[in-house]
């Protein structure tokens, strides 16, 4: 369905949001640097819609005896089409064809590309005798002053599991080739393959009369596939009529009792839990960008930086202080981020937060900064989690099968949302802050930090305001 829509309805495709866009942009930086490994290659510049000129210039080149690498280098067979990212001329004879990738770790679609490729090069007559994907390196840690690009990538041999598949690929493209002339699109439902392995851009377009049950069984936490298809086989979508002696967990056999009741279960102790909470109590909550190329010494592609924290405090006469720090330079920011962070919080009181992501937050800077990781050791013990307290003691229908604070808040505190912000979450913070960093407009990159604060503060009055539910509660 999508390949018959990119060919004949490419404008029903929502286009891509600002994190996927930020997504391929990080693709692409990735592939640039991936080829500053190989001196002197060539690059086969001509874009996707000049793909005669490309071909042209691909033979030319590879004529040339001197040339050892190409890069984008184009082929084509029996009307199937691919750019290689890197084809690198072996010493023995023959070729390697590397693709890169943005990810960390090898994984079984970029086997499939990879054979698609390998089917081309070599029926347009490559010798191609290695082929391999080419990804970040996890374990690869910068030292601040020089990229090692030998080291920063690791290869990953897929030639056997290539060639292993190679006959269902060709099957499979030959397959494609014949539904691209059909006149209709196929007549596919849509369903959990419109998300895997990557969302798909046409989704809006082929699910907008889509009838949804009112609480489908999607909203039954970690079911299991297995389970999910013995529902599936019994024709049952919503969780009102799964029937009452379908083996559920404790959680979803809770959430099917919400369900059907359509009242609130509250199904553990949340006063117990509260009392461990020391006063007087702050509330912490911080936001993160993720390189994948390392920029500061001891960091490793992926990564979380810290930018930006809030921290609300209860104060005496049942008022409610506020500080935050957002770093506006394009350096390191977490010798600042720790020093204002020691200040923010002082040494007394618990510190709530939503998930354990501000504790691997706060490991990750105990190990940047070791003269303050005592502190940060003692900042970290004193953290407690709001999250833990809602998903074992309570649970709404509207909560929709999420523990997110996305979706709780908006249940057990209507009055407080995200609606009126320029930024409402994560990601898009993420890229919009390193856009702020390159902007060169003064106003519109303060603009820009004042959007981040806005929301990273709205983020810990959330906590403040969760927390006085669950106390009424």
Same mark, same amino acid.
Request: glycine share 6%.
């Given at each position: 369905m999508r390949l018959w829509n990119d060919v004949h309805a490419r404008d029903l495709a929502t286009g891509p949001g600002l994190s996927l866009q930020a997504t391929f942009d990080t693709g692409q930086k990735v592939g640039e640097m991936a080829c500053r490994r190989y001196k002197g290659g060539h690059l086969v510049a001509q874009d996707h819609i000049h793909i005669a000129e490309a071909l042209v210039e691909t033979s030319r080149v590879l004529e040339l005896s001197t040339t050892t690498t190409l890069f984008e280098a184009a082929f084509e067979y029996q009307g199937l089409y691919s750019r290689a990212d890197i084809i690198e001329r072996l010493g023995t004879g023959g070729w390697r064809l590397v693709e890169v990738k943005s990810a960390t770790s090898l994984k079984d679609v970029f086997v499939l590309d990879v054979a698609f490729q390998l089917s081309v090069l070599r029926g347009a007559g490559l010798d191609v005798r290695e082929a391999t994907v080419m990804t970040l390196?996890?374990?690869?840690?910068?030292? %601040? &002053?020089?990229?090692? #690009?030998?080291?920063?990538?690791?290869?990953?041999?897929?030639?056997?599991? *290539?060639?292993?598949?190679? $006959?269902?690929?060709?099957?499979?493209?030959?397959?494609? /080739?014949? #539904?691209? %002339?059909?006149?209709?699109?196929?007549? =596919?439902?849509? %369903?959990n393959h419109c998300f895997t392995p990557y969302d798909c851009p046409y989704y809006e377009h082929c699910s907008r009369d889509d009838v949804h049950p009112d609480h489908g069984i999607d909203e039954l936490p970690s079911l299991r596939s297995s389970r999910r298809a013995q529902l599936n086989e019994a024709g049952v979508e919503e969780i009102r009529d799964v029937p009452e002696d379908f083996p559920l967990t404790s959680l979803q056999r809770i959430v099917h009792q919400a369900?059907?009741?359509?009242?609130?279960?509250?199904?553990? $102790?949340?006063?117990?839990?509260?009392?461990?909470?020391? @006063?007087?109590?702050?509330?912490?909550?911080?936001?993160?960008f993720a390189p994948p190329i390392p920029r500061f010494a001891g960091t490793s592609p992926y990564d979380a930086i810290p930018f930006l924290f809030s921290v609300h405090t209860e104060c005496a006469h049942d008022t409610i202080g506020?500080?935050?720090?957002? @770093?506006?330079?394009?350096? $390191?920011?977490?010798?600042? =981020?720790?020093?204002?962070?020691?200040?923010?919080?002082?040494?007394?009181?618990?510190? *709530?937060?939503?998930?354990?992501?501000e504790r691997t937050v706060l490991k990750s800077l105990a190990t940047a900064i070791p003269e303050r990781a005592d502190e940060i050791a003692a900042i970290?013990?004193?953290?407690?989690?709001?999250?833990?307290?809602? &998903?074992?003691?309570?649970?709404?229908?509207?909560?929709?099968?999420?523990?997110?604070?996305?979706?709780?808040?908006?249940?057990?505190?209507? *009055?407080?949302?995200?609606? $009126?912000?320029?930024?409402?979450?994560?990601?898009?913070?993420?890229?919009?802050?390193?856009?702020?960093?390159?902007?060169?407009?003064?106003?519109?990159?303060? /603009?820009?930090f004042a959007n981040l604060r806005a929301y990273c503060e709205r983020d810990t009055l959330a906590l403040v305001g969760l927390h006085d539910a669950l106390k009424k509660l």
């Amino acid at each position: 369905m999508r390949l018959w829509n990119d060919v004949h309805a490419r404008d029903l495709a929502t286009g891509p949001g600002l994190s996927l866009q930020a997504t391929f942009d990080t693709g692409q930086k990735v592939g640039e640097m991936a080829c500053r490994r190989y001196k002197g290659g060539h690059l086969v510049a001509q874009d996707h819609i000049h793909i005669a000129e490309a071909l042209v210039e691909t033979s030319r080149v590879l004529e040339l005896s001197t040339t050892t690498t190409l890069f984008e280098a184009a082929f084509e067979y029996q009307g199937l089409y691919s750019r290689a990212d890197i084809i690198e001329r072996l010493g023995t004879g023959g070729w390697r064809l590397v693709e890169v990738k943005s990810a960390t770790s090898l994984k079984d679609v970029f086997v499939l590309d990879v054979a698609f490729q390998l089917s081309v090069l070599r029926g347009a007559g490559l010798d191609v005798r290695e082929a391999t994907v080419m990804t970040l390196d996890r374990s690869y840690v910068y030292d %601040g &002053k020089k990229l090692d #690009l030998e080291r920063l990538f690791k290869f990953h041999d897929v030639l056997e599991q *290539c060639e292993k598949i190679l $006959d269902s690929v060709n099957g499979n493209a030959r397959m494609m /080739q014949t #539904l691209i %002339g059909a006149e209709e699109p196929p007549n =596919i439902q849509t %369903g959990n393959h419109c998300f895997t392995p990557y969302d798909c851009p046409y989704y809006e377009h082929c699910s907008r009369d889509d009838v949804h049950p009112d609480h489908g069984i999607d909203e039954l936490p970690s079911l299991r596939s297995s389970r999910r298809a013995q529902l599936n086989e019994a024709g049952v979508e919503e969780i009102r009529d799964v029937p009452e002696d379908f083996p559920l967990t404790s959680l979803q056999r809770i959430v099917h009792q919400a369900v059907l009741e359509q009242e609130p279960v509250v199904h553990g $102790d949340i006063s117990a839990m509260l009392a461990e909470i020391r @006063h007087p109590v702050k509330y912490l909550d911080f936001e993160t960008f993720a390189p994948p190329i390392p920029r500061f010494a001891g960091t490793s592609p992926y990564d979380a930086i810290p930018f930006l924290f809030s921290v609300h405090t209860e104060c005496a006469h049942d008022t409610i202080g506020h500080t935050d720090y957002l @770093h506006e330079l394009d350096d $390191d920011p977490r010798p600042n =981020i720790v020093e204002r962070l020691i200040e923010a919080v002082g040494d007394e009181g618990s510190i *709530c937060t939503y998930s354990n992501y501000e504790r691997t937050v706060l490991k990750s800077l105990a190990t940047a900064i070791p003269e303050r990781a005592d502190e940060i050791a003692a900042i970290s013990s004193r953290l407690f989690d709001l999250h833990r307290v809602v &998903k074992t003691s309570i649970y709404h229908p509207e909560f929709r099968g999420s523990f997110s604070i996305k979706s709780v808040l908006p249940v057990l505190v209507p *009055c407080m949302g995200y609606d $009126d912000l320029e930024i409402v979450e994560g990601q898009t913070a993420s890229v919009l802050y390193l856009h702020a960093l390159e902007n060169r407009d003064k106003r519109k990159r303060q /603009q820009t930090f004042a959007n981040l604060r806005a929301y990273c503060e709205r983020d810990t009055l959330a906590l403040v305001g969760l927390h006085d539910a669950l106390k009424k509660l």
